[in-house]
């Protein structure tokens, strides 16, 4: 009903010169982000541990999160990893880079941090980091006439240097000089588990220069439309400070974010975990941030092709960490042969194998691979399946 009121509203809206109508098919994508990927991520997140710089946390980090986008379908070469000097210590930037139909050198950022300071930042910032997955996982096979940048920063709590660097040697170095239409930051989402947690900040840009002060706030008003058409969140009005989209923002790129309501006391503490906040709630976020997505990069309204591709049919490789024998569950898949390979972090495959006659359940010996992150992917004829998998 909610939305049903909104939607007449926006007609009073449309008519002032604001945004967007209701998209079905942009609907049914968003009903496909998943309560229950949110939280195995949160949770993988979290067991990552401390993530400053210079830790063996920080890297792990990093492998997880290429895992991750490899899973989605992405391929080796749309990631890209930016090294930089923090303090005394290298850090990375990882940017995901999806090429768009109409405007391929026009890029939409979403952006957050991955780097922690004190605690595991299971809000600050996992959320953020979960909420790019979803978008990343369902927009994936979704052709989009804008480009997409998914970048997760580093050294953010060591005063936003990743997003920084990647402004000026990236961005600024590019020739001609990278065409940004926005970027959409996202930071700190989770909310809090002792309160109710039904709005979300949406943050324009108010500081100096002016110069792109309006777009900002045409562009923010239109994330608080997609929020109240995909999402069962109210919108707060704010201001954008102290998180990477700060660095572009100097730059006079177009700028808007999301950010927590109920601020969590827990920031930047060993109590920043998941038993303090509200996943739900994240859930909600990854709605609204996919429906705004869809909407910022024009993105196809034909679904046929995501459905097909982001349904898992329930297959599971276990166990992971795996050392000698891998097992294959079929889950709800009937298909009796098919392809599987246990392919690297660079993309490469180091193991491959054809099963026929396949049971629903078949051990597959995978002995002699070194330890370290992997993607097992199982292929048929028509439908590719990939999971991250943990060689010990
Ligand atoms: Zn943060």
Redo the contacts with the bound molecule.
């Keep these: 009903m909610k939305n049903l009121l909104f939607a007449l509203s926006l007609l009073v809206l449309l008519s002032k010169g604001y945004g967007q109508t209701y998209v079905p098919s942009y609907a049914t994508v968003v009903d496909q982000v998943s309560e229950s990927n949110i939280l195995t991520n949160l949770t993988e997140f979290e067991n990552l541990g401390v993530k400053r710089r210079g830790t063996a946390a920080l890297q792990n980090t990093l492998d997880w999160l290429k895992a991750e986008y490899l899973s989605y379908g992405y391929t080796a070469s749309q990631l890209q990893e930016y090294s930089f000097t923090n303090g005394s210590t290298t850090c990375k930037n990882l940017v995901v880079t999806k090429v768009g139909t109409l405007y391929p050198n026009t890029y939409v950022i979403i952006c957050?941090?991955y780097d922690t300071i004190t605690g595991k930042?299971t809000n600050?910032?996992g959320s953020?980091v979960v909420t790019i997955f979803e978008v990343a996982r369902l927009l994936q096979n979704i052709p989009t006439e804008y480009s997409i940048k998914f970048i997760n920063f580093s050294g953010?709590?060591d005063g936003l240097v990743g997003s920084q660097n990647f402004v000026s040697t990236v961005v600024n170095a590019t020739n001609p000089k990278m065409d940004i239409k926005l970027v959409f930051n996202i930071?700190?989402v989770g909310g809090r588990a002792d309160m109710t947690n039904d709005t979300i900040t949406c943050e324009r840009d108010t500081g100096s220069p002016t110069t792109n002060n309006a777009a900002s706030n045409v562009i923010t008003n239109e994330l608080i439309a997609c929020t109240q058409l995909y999402s069962p969140l109210n919108t707060h009005l704010s201001y954008a400070y102290a998180?990477d989209y700060m660095p572009f923002e100097d730059n006079n790129e177009v700028i808007t974010g999301f950010f927590e309501k109920n601020q969590t006391p827990h920031?930047h503490t060993s109590t920043d975990l998941l038993v303090n906040m509200d996943p739900v709630y994240v859930y909600n976020i990854a709605k609204a941030a996919t429906g705004a997505m869809l909407h910022f990069t024009v993105a196809s309204t034909s679904t046929l092709a995501s459905n097909e591709f982001n349904n898992d049919y329930q297959v599971s490789f276990y166990p992971s960490p795996v050392k000698d024998v891998l097992h294959i569950n079929l889950g709800t898949l009937t298909d009796t042969r098919y392809s599987f390979s246990m392919v690297d972090l660079q993309g490469k495959v180091v193991f491959n194998t054809q099963v026929d006659n396949a049971n629903l359940i078949e051990p597959i010996a995978i002995g002699g691979l070194s330890k370290g992150m992997y993607l097992a992917v199982l292929e048929t004829s028509n439908k590719r399946i990939a999971k991250k998998i943990i060689v010990e």
């Design positions: 957050g941090h930042g600050d910032n953020g953010e709590e930071d700190e998180s920031r």
